[in-house]
Nanobody
């Protein structure tokens, strides 16, 4: 199973970016999908998550600015980031709970990370 993240880049404060993460490989089912972010010297923090049924949760710091969504049939999750601020600068990682067969428990899989830089 591979998770391929994309969509990062340089944006000015107040701007928007949309991150994408597509899962591929031997996938039977994907449960919760998430976005994390990490800055140098700090731990990786949860930004947003979405269950297979569409229930969303967000870190307090991004509520009202970021929106997570997914397409179950395409094994894809997105993170729409609006009103970006310099403190949102980080490497963003996608994560998914993936079952590779009907009888197996899900495992965590990580994408490779995509850099978001918010600067004027």
């Amino acid at each position: 199973v591979q998770l391929q993240a994309s969509g990062g880049g340089l944006v000015q404060p107040g701007g928007s970016l949309r991150l994408s993460c597509a899962a591929s490989g031997s996938i039977y089912r994907i449960d919760t999908m998430r976005w994390y972010r990490q800055t140098p010297g700090k731990q990786r923090d949860l930004v947003a998550g979405i269950t297979r049924g569409g229930r969303e949760n967000y870190a307090d710091s991004v509520k009202g600015r970021f929106t997570i969504s997914r397409h179950n049939a395409e094994n894809t999750v997105w993170l729409q980031m609006d009103s970006l601020q310099p403190e949102d600068t980080a490497i963003y990682y996608c994560n998914a709970d993936v079952s590779t067969a009907w009888h197996e428990q899900s495992q965590h899989f990580w994408g490779q990370g995509t850099l978001v830089t918010v600067s004027s």
